[in-house]
């Protein structure tokens, strides 16, 4: 069974110029929406995280292009759109991939007949992410299904990381996408949530999504996950990505690198899923070249959450004098990655396993 209607993170508005999001700042103690209508909308959206994840950033940041073209098709406002846009957020790269989707398509144009061509594109563009995360997951469910048989009708135990649930992209998810596949058509499935410190993608997103799709899990602490390995309570570890080299190394979220060193120690596959668009083509060494976005240290030292009166607040845990460092990513390289799973298949994690995804 899949779903044909899988619940999304983004939509398009009843105003044909204007697209809807959930407000990922507000979650989970507020379900809201934000309806995004200009250029300055997107982009703050994207560098305020109401919008985050490596799809979905991308995604949006098209519909930024197409909102700037309703403004103004000039040349020099699709160059402008272009730099806004991509100066948002440095690590993932699905944002240039759109971004390059979207000047490649326009540049050539008249000006008259950008901004109708972009919203099509804009909307392809989601709706192809919706299509490929499907894909990647009718993939992914095979590793699944091969631990399922050796499993006696327990459920799979699959640990994550941050949140590369359907929320990082317009639905369905990366990592996410075989586990709710999975769970949709009877394969019995847990997932080890890894809170996801500074920002706490997984205790507040990844778990938001998984209990309003009925998937059992739990969330730990992030320093549990060599432990949680260490015992064997875990079969398979699937995270997202934000960039991919040619080579294989993989930029995600802060913690991946740790998580991927505990699993190669305690012989747990470490899987990585990720749509084409996450591919950079042009780097090899992941460490020495992926940008890593160093974000506020309010992120460190401070925590958020609902008080016994349901108001969000936010405290700080650190000393007042106590500076903080906020590296938002890092790069595990492809020797500790088990594998991929793409739309395009699964392959080796390594440039021979890559190179039949790379379209001329
Ligand atoms: O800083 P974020 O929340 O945008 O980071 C998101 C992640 O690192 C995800 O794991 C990654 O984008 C993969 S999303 C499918």
Known sequence: MISPT?????WPAKDPRAVVVLDQTRLPHRVQTVTLRSLDDV?????????RGAPLIGVTAAYGMAFAMAMDPSNASLARAYDVLFAT???AVNLRWALDVMRDLLAPLP????????????????EDDVSSNLALGLHGIQLLQQVAARRNGQPVRIMTHCNAGRLAAVAWGTATAPIYLAHDNGIPVHVWVSETRPRNQGASLTAWELADHGVPHTVFADNAAGHLLQRGLVDLVIVGADRVTRRGDV????????????AKAHRVPFHVAFPCSTLDWTLDDGVASIPIEERS????????????????????????????????FDVTPAKLVTGFITERGLCAANARGLRSFRRP
């Open 6 to 10: 899988p619940k999304r993170s983004l």
């Open 297 to 328: 240290a309010r992120e460190v030292t401070h925590v958020s959450g609902t008080d016994p009166r349901g108001r969000v607040v936010t405290v700080r845990v650190a000393p007042m004098e106590s500076p903080a460092r906020n590296d938002a």
């Open 89 to 91: 957020r440095p690590t």
């Open 251 to 262: 930029a995600n979220k802060i913690g991946t690198y740790l998580k991927a060193l505990a």
């Open 111 to 126: 000006p008259a007949l950008r901004h109708e061509a972009a919203l099509r594109k804009a909307h392809e563009v989601a």
């Open 43 to 51: 982009a703050r959206a994207i560098s305020d995280m109401t919008v």
